[in-house]
């Protein structure tokens, strides 16, 4: 009986689906806004020095100056 009861044991564990569990942690969305002094200069210094996606401005009041976003993974 012992043995019939560890082959069960044995084939339950083989046969069982495995699922292997992995942890995720997401990154927080980040952004920085600075003076754009150009669409590629902003593009360039946000992917450089944040890693992240840079865009100026599309729209300004006309005494703002043009805004640069940045928006990364922090």
Partial sequence: MA????????L???CSPL?????????KDCHKVWTCKGDQRCWD?????HKG???CDLYTA???????FCAYKC
């Fill in 12 to 14: 339950v564990l083989f």
């Fill in 53 to 55: 996606k840079g865009m």
């Fill in 3 to 10: 043995k019939f009861s560890t082959i069960i044991c044995i």
């Fill in 45 to 49: 210094d946000c992917k450089n020095n």
């Fill in 19 to 27: 699922e292997k569990m992995v942890t995720t942690v997401e990154a």
């Fill in 62 to 68: 006309p005494s703002v100056p043009k805004q640069c």
